[in-house]
Nanobody
């Protein structure tokens, strides 16, 4: 069974940092493209970042560029989203997802969400003073 489990979400003050984890079971993360997304209440889902099976990463969301960084630890079969200088606007549920069909999910300019067929349950990030 293919499964992704996110963790690391928390309540943090503006300017704080968090590292989200996305752990996989049933498959090896470095064989596939993995993406991070987020969705705030009443808003559409946003594409944040993707790390390809090659290890090349692309950030897509302008509002987090220079603050959020995706990485992968192959020994732990885990993908991370390191977030710095958090803002109240970053409050959302954060999800990771895997493209197990090896489609063109991580483009140069956007993520093709339709190719991400395996999703985690999400982890809540709340940025508030």
């Amino acid at each position: 069974q293919f499964q992704l489990v996110e963790s690391g979400g928390d309540l943090v003050q503006p300017g704080g940092s968090l590292r989200l984890s996305c752990a996989a079971s049933g498959f090896t993360l470095d064989d596939y493209n993995i993406g991070w997304f987020r969705q705030a209440p009443g808003k559409e889902r946003e594409e944040i970042s993707c790390i390809r099976n090659s290890g090349r990463a692309t950030n897509y969301l302008d509002s987090v560029k220079g603050r959020f960084f995706i990485s992968r630890d192959d020994t732990l079969n885990t993908v991370y989203l390191q977030m710095y200088n958090l803002e109240p606007e970053d409050t959302a549920i954060y999800y990771c997802a895997a493209d197990l069909e090896r489609g063109p999910s991580c483009g140069d300019h956007r993520m093709m969400s339709a190719f991400f067929g395996t999703w985690g349950q999400g982890t809540q990030v709340t940025v508030s003073s």
